[in-house]
């Protein structure tokens, strides 16, 4: 019997689209049944953003509230396979993704399914993994593959570049000195080849060795210093968040957060991956494996 797979998503800029078109390709190419739904919220986000709209969705982000979805549309009841696409906001599932978890007509069809999760982030996905996790497992789907694609730039390159695209809307090189934002479209049409991984699975229907053949390819790539930053940084994010949910008027808590975010990015992280050096990266590689572990785990 022909297979079924749905690939569900929200894109701002198309990225995450694009992604999940060239992962899926292979499968479509073998004969498989593959719906696309881009879902889009009932009120989106201006894109490009002002710099005040983007950090204005901190709070809800951080907190897990959702907001409404347009109306879509499932065409089958059961599948023998969900793609999830998400985005990472503020270290968090976006909004959409978010939504989307809540919404019944996605989580009625997803007990007992199995389950990729695909992602096009700046670089700090790791945490936002953990609750999209968490979202999916609520459902009683199992993750069965894991590809988490990122902008491999230096840091401080791809933070002013990332804010140069989502402000300008243009994925284009900033100044002509900056590299290309997001994920390189090297990278996007690398994903044909986890594609083909997962095609060959879903003919044998079985997924246990998928993740590994994945990572053999590169789907998932942890840097050890990211993962420092966005430990600390994620509390951080949440103190800031409950606060300013707490305020009648969020703007200028607003504007405070986005000055404190650019010194913490310039300042407060080499200060913590110096600490990390220093006391921690070469004397507990145990504790480090366990929490690479923990974010890289799928269930
Ligand atoms: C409000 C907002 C916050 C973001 N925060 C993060 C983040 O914490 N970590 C990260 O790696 N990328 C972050 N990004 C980048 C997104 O994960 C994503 O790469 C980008 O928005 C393109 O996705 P698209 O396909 O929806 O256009 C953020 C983007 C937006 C719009």
Redesign the pocket.
């Known amino acids: 019997m022909n297979k079924k797979v749905l690939a569900i998503?929200?894109?701002?800029?198309?990225?995450?689209?694009?992604?999940i078109d060239h992962f899926t390709a292979p499968l479509i190419e073998a004969g498989v049944s593959v719906e696309k739904v881009r879902v889009n919220l009932k009120e989106n986000?201006p894109?490009p953003?002002t710099a005040n709209g983007?950090?204005s969705?901190?709070p809800n982000?951080v907190l897990d509230v959702p907001a409404e979805l347009a109306p879509f549309e499932l065409k089958e009841r059961k599948y023998d396979l969900v793609i999830l696409?998400y985005?990472?906001?503020?270290?968090?599932p976006?909004i959409?993704f978010n939504s989307l978890m809540h919404d019944a007509k996605l989580t009625g069809i997803l007990n007992n399914t199995p389950v990729i999760t695909i992602?096009?982030?700046?670089?700090?996905?790791l945490?936002?993994f953990v609750r999209v996790k968490k979202l999916i497992h609520a459902t009683g789907a199992k993750i069965v593959g894991n590809v988490a694609l990122?902008?491999t730039h230096p840091n401080p390159v791809?933070f002013v570049t990332?804010f140069h695209?989502?402000l300008h809307g243009k994925k284009d090189r900033y100044l002509n000195i900056f590299p290309p934002p997001?994920?390189q479209q090297t990278d996007i049409e690398h994903t044909n080849v986890f594609g083909q991984h997962v095609l060959n699975h879903l003919n044998e229907n079985s997924w246990d060795t998928l993740q590994q053949q994945l990572d053999a390819d590169g789907a998932v790539k942890l840097n050890y210093n990211l993962m420092v930053i966005e430990s600390v940084a994620g509390k951080i994010f949440r103190f800031w968040a409950k606060m300013i949910a707490k305020k009648k008027n969020r703007l200028p808590w607003i504007k405070l957060f986005k000055y404190y975010l650019v010194i913490a990015f310039f300042v407060g992280a080499p200060i913590i991956l110096t600490i990390d050096a220093i006391f921690f990266k070469l004397f507990s590689p145990r504790r480090i494996s366990a929490k690479k572990q923990y974010y890289l785990n799928l269930n």
């Open positions: 998503y929200f894109s701002q800029s198309g990225q995450l689209g694009e992604i986000y894109f953003w983007f950090f969705v901190m982000c696409g985005q990472a906001w503020f270290l968090s976006s959409p992602t096009g982030a700046r670089n700090m996905w945490n936002a990122v902008d791809s990332i695209w989502m997001g994920v």
